[in-house]
């Protein structure tokens, strides 16, 4: 069995895979709210969802550094990758031993057609199909809470020491433009870091958004921020709008939350 992968890599099959490493945490989410649990031989340290993923599998290292050895041992029969999550080393590496999906996610179309090629791929396309129908009902319902609300300037912050915001080119700011948000970055590509003196200029902003993750963001850091900036300042669950799986069933009705 041939199967093409999100940047157009054939992943080439014996059979469907009994036994995957998945070293992306949402991905992994996926899996088991697709029924492959028992499939699962190995995940990241990041991998936080089921809260008993990482005392039920092996953990093989995190998103950007791996271990090899430890991979070696499982032997599975898939290894899961995002080209975002994880480097070309490590996928041009563990390609040369096993097969190797990489998902490239860039807004919910492509978060959708993951869920089906892991349907494909896994035998569980009745899941997958319920999954997809699921989430196009919650975007559907969240579209018409959205239409005319009004448009807000927003900077999406996910690290400090130093400041990085989400810039185009991310999952992230996909979202931020769902929820009719304009990111005052989006001229910035990918994660770019903004300094203090940049902080203090920022004209027009209406509201700062503190991630979750990758950096966790607290109370502190909120009222730094707004004393710096004289800006509405709110935290928000990263996982939402960065996880592009099974989470986003629910994404929508939490980002109804923040309007």
Same mark, same amino acid.
């Given at each position: 069995?041939?199967?093409k ?19 992306? +945490? ?23 969802? +089921? ?15 791996? $271990? ?6 499982? $032997? +599975? ?30 807004s ?12 494909e ?12 129908t699921?989430i ?10 959205? &239409?005319?609300? +009004? ?6 912050f ?14 992230? &700011?996909?979202?931020?433009?769902m ?25 027009? #902003?209406?509201? #700062? ?20 900036? $004289? ?17 986003l ?11």
């Amino acid at each position: 069995m041939i199967y093409k992968d999100q940047l157009n890599r054939e992943v080439v099959l014996s059979r469907i895979p009994t036994s995957i490493v998945s070293l992306v +945490p949402s991905q992994t989410e996926l899996l088991v709210d697709l029924g492959l649990s028992d499939c699962i031989v190995g995940v990241t340290k990041f991998c936080v969802h +089921p809260a008993t993923i990482r005392n039920e599998k092996v953990i093989v290292g995190g998103t950007k550094n791996i $271990n090899y050895d430890t991979i070696k041992k499982l $032997n +599975p029969d898939i290894i899961l990758c995002n080209k975002e999550e994880n480097t070309k080393e490590i996928v041009a590496c563990l390609q040369k031993e096993y097969p190797v999906h990489v998902s490239n996610i860039f807004s919910l179309s492509e978060a959708l057609d993951m869920i089906k090629q892991y349907g494909e791929i896994f035998d569980k396309q009745t899941e997958a199909t319920v999954l997809i129908t699921r989430i196009k009902s919650e975007k559907v319902s969240f579209d018409t809470f959205i &239409d005319n609300k +009004p448009q807000k300037r927003v900077a999406y912050f996910i690290w400090k020491k130093p400041w990085m915001v989400a810039g185009k080119d991310t999952f992230v &700011d996909y979202i931020l433009k769902m929820n009719g948000f304009v990111n005052v970055f989006g001229n910035k590509s990918r994660y770019p870091e903004v300094l203090e003196k940049e902080l203090l200029t920022i004209k027009n #902003i209406d509201l #700062i958004l503190l991630s979750s993750e990758p950096y966790p963001f607290s109370e502190k850091h909120l009222k730094e921020l707004k004393n710096m900036t $004289n800006t509405e300042v709110i935290l928000v669950d990263g996982e939402y709008f960065s996880w592009y799986g099974s989470r986003l069933v629910n994404a929508f009705s939490y980002f109804k939350t923040l309007h």
